[in-house]
Antibody, heavy 120, light 107 residues
Framework: EVQLVESGGGLAQPGGSLRLSCAASGFAFSNYWMHWVRQVPGKGLVWVSRINSDGSNTTYADSVKGRLTISRDNAKNTLYLQMNSLRAEDTAVYYC?????????????WGQGTLVTVSS | DIQMTQSPSSVSASVGDRVTITCQASQGIGSWLAWYQQKPGKAPKRLIYAASSLQSGVPSRFSGSGSGTDFTLTISSLQPEDFATYYCQQSNTFPLTFGGGTKVEIK
């Protein structure tokens, strides 16, 4: 069974940092692209970033470029999102999601999400 | 960026009703479109990929159609467990973008 479990969310101050993790199991993690998607509570879904299977290539939404960094450790079956220079508008639930692989760039499995709150 | 416009933003329907949600892309995306269902406090769940392919395990009352810029999600006979918010997403080009969502509510 595919499982994605996020952790690392919490309260951070504006300008501060957090690192989110997403532990993957039930599939060959190293074969799949992975994504982060976020959602302000009560609002819609916003794609944040993606990373290819070996971690050599990444893409970001303009709103997070230069502040958030996606990475992965295939030996640990874990995806990361390093969040620096946090802003109030980064407050959201962050989901990791597996790339659909054969269906363009969509998301066939999602984690349960972790809430990041940026506030002083 | 490709803008995805979903309509309606909300719909009130009864169990057994046929419900149709539309999604329009600001430019052609071929068949690179997915539909998701999200219930309160839960992660989204993929229902449809590549515009019309049904995700394994999803009931056959869900169907998708369209190509280019205009797409449709249809629920043929609404069930109590289908009351949720539905999102479309273009899977063609980065940045990946979602529609604003359609909340399906009980009439």
């Amino acid at each position: 069974e595919v499982q994605l479990v996020e952790s690392g969310g919490g309260l951070a101050q504006p300008g501060g940092s957090l690192r989110l993790s997403c532990a993957a199991s039930g599939f060959a993690f190293s074969n799949y692209w992975m994504h982060w998607v976020r959602q302000v509570p009560g609002k819609g879904l916003v794609w944040v970033s993606r990373i290819n299977s070996d971690g050599s290539n990444t893409t970001y939404a303009d709103s997070v470029k230069g502040r958030l960094t996606i990475s992965r450790d295939n030996a640990k079956n874990t995806l990361y999102l390093q969040m620096n220079s946090l802003r109030a508008e980064d407050t959201a639930v962050y989901y990791c999601a597996r790339d659909g692989y054969t269906s363009g760039y969509d998301f066939d499995f999602w984690g349960q999400g972790t809430l990041v709150t940026v506030s002083s | 960026d490709i803008q995805m416009t979903q309509s309606p933003s909300s719909v009130s329907a009864s169990v057994g009703d046929r419900v149709t949600i539309t999604c329009q892309a600001s430019q052609g995306i071929g068949s690179w479109l997915a539909w998701y269902q999200q219930k309160p406090g839960k992660a989204p769940k993929r229902l449809i990929y590549a515009a019309s392919s049904l995700q394994s395990g999803v009931p056959s009352r869900f169907s998708g159609s369209g190509s280019g810029t205009d797409f449709t999600l249809t629920i043929s006979s609404l069930q109590p467990e289908d009351f949720a918010t539905y999102y479309c997403q273009q899977s063609n080009t980065f940045p990946l973008t979602f529609g604003g969502g359609t909340k399906v509510e009980i009439k």
